[in-house]
Each structure stands twice: as C-alpha cells, then as structure tokens.
C-alpha cells in the first residue's frame, strides 16, 4: 500500500487534527481524528486518542478484526475520560474519529463524528461513513437541502464524539476495494470548502499521493475553510 498524508493549522492559530500513516509497514492503518475542546485541550484530544488506538490494534489478538477495531475506538473512550478526571482544566474535550486497516481485496473502516472516508475506484468518489452531526440528521430526515446544509448555523455541531460520555457508539464498515482504488480520509476542513467533484479531479490527475494532499490542501485553504485541515490518502498498490 502507499499512504500520503497532510494535517495543517490553515487558517486556525493552533492544529487540533491528528494524523496517522504507517512509516516502517507496522500496520496498514490510516487514521484522522479531529478533536474539540478549545485552545487548551482539542489537539490533546485527538493525540491522546490516536495514540491509544494505535497502540491497540499494533497488539493484535485472535478476536475478529472488526471486534479489535470497535474495541480500540471504546478503549481509546475511556482513555479520554481518564484523562480529563486526572486533568479536569481539560473539561469537554473530546474528538471524531475515522480510521480504516487495509488490505488487498477489502477495508475494514470505523468513524465516530464528522470526520470522512471516501472511496475512490479510479471514476468516481463515494462517501463511506455517514456525519455524525445535527445538521446530518436534518439531511437524512429531508428537513434541509445539500445546498441548506452547507451554511446551516448549526453545522458544526456533531452528535457523537470520543470522549464525551462512558458509552460510544462506533460505526463499522467493511468493504471491497480493487488495485489502483484510493481511500481518502479527512477533517471537514476539507470537504466543507472542496466540492466532491473537485476532489474527483484531483485524484484523477495527479498520480503522486503527497503532491495530491497538498493540492486538496491548497484547494481547501484559497477556498475558505475555516478550520484545520487534515488529509490522508491510501492507494492500493504495492510500494516500488
């Protein structure tokens, strides 16, 4: 597999995105994670969180690898709660999260909040994980328009996040993918400023996975995302 990734401030003073790629094929794990909780403790959030999962599934085990991943995301939870019992300046913080373990012929892919895992077969891009957010569940019920969406007041309001409360509800998906397909995952730093059809394009025309980050970067940050801005990318295709 061949893995890129990009996680800048943009236009925030401070990142709160965290990003994980394999660097020595330890693990075929690409990971996002955007966390919440002001200037003092969203970028410990999301590390902290990251980190626990990592760690986790790098144990192994012979319980089924979906049950691994739901588990490392709960425990990665509870290492959250901890946390903040032991620091309680750190009240409130919390993070999304959306990872997927690859291999071969198919992904196993879990997301928690507003972060995204789009799948690309080389024509088109297709959103995997659904938002966890207010302004979703308005979508899905047909209350508001794409269009509504996009400027709704409430649209950075998400209903479920590590971190928040003792139980958590993660979202699983396990999906085939072919030679030559990409994964993106990313913070809505992205995709609240880039058009999926742009995004299209992009993966379409540059081959390298790191110029494509920094180019969907660079699309997102002259297109007036507010937010910080986190990109990974996972082509399925064996390293040269």
Known sequence: MIYAAISECGRRERNEDCVFIPQHKEISLALVADGMGGHSSGNVASRLAAESVVK??????????VTRIENAVKNSNQTLISYVAEHPECHGMGTTMTLAMVFHSYYIAANIGDSRLYHYDGLRLKQITADHSYVAELLAANYIT???????PKRNVITRAIGISSAVKVDLFERPWN??????LCTDGLYTAVD??????VLWEEADL???CKTLYSIA????????????LVK???EV
Do not use: T, Y
Request: a negative charge; glycine letters at 10%; charged letters at 30%.
């Open 179 to 184: 030679e030559g397909d990409i994964l993106l």
């Open 56 to 65: 986790e599934l790098k144990k192994g085990g012979s319980a089924p690898l």
């Open 210 to 212: 790191n110029r494509a």
């Open 236 to 238: 399925n295709q064996e």
């Open 146 to 152: 794409k269009e509504q969406a996009q400027s709704h």
């Open 221 to 232: 940050s002259l297109g007036g995302s507010m937010d910080n801005i986190s990109v990974v």
């Open 196 to 201: 999926e059809r742009e995004i299209e394009r």
